[in-house]
């Protein structure tokens, strides 16, 4: 069973960083890809960022070059997925999702349970 961990969200102000992690454990050979997502108030859920099991990474157009992606792998059934966010802007407040997506599935399938992210001064 897939299990995925969020830590590190909180308050910070504009232009500040951020390290959000998430523990995830029970990663089958079937996960392809872990990654952040991201839910302001009213809006949907949007992509942040996703490395494959290749160390392949993607990002939003509005995170690119702010945001970096990265992971630990402990073993083949373990990880803990990084999001390092640097010059932070109030439009990057919302809960962030840690995901995981099964290789046959186009979307994840796997979520956590999110942590809050606000950029104010």
């Known amino acids: 069973q897939v299990q995925l961990v969020e830590s590190g969200g909180g308050l910070v102000q504009p232009g500040g960083s951020l390290r959000l992690s998430c523990a995830a454990s029970g990663i089958s050979f079937s996960i392809d890809r872990l990654g952040w997502y991201r839910q302001a108030p009213g809006e949907q859920r949007e992509l942040v960022a996703f490395?494959?099991?290749?160390?392949?990474?993607?990002?939003?157009a509005s995170v690119k070059g702010r945001f970096t992606i990265s992971r630990d792998t402990r073993d083949t059934a373990t990880s803990t997925v990084y999001l390092q966010m640097d010059s932070l802007k109030p439009e990057d407040t919302a809960v962030y999702y840690c995901?995981?997506?099964?290789?046959?599935?186009?979307?994840?399938?796997?979520w956590g349970q999110g942590t809050q992210v606000t950029v104010s001064a």
């Open positions: 490395i494959t099991r290749g160390d392949i990474t993607n990002y939003a």
């Open positions: 995901a995981a997506k099964t290789a046959w599935k186009i979307q994840p399938d796997y």
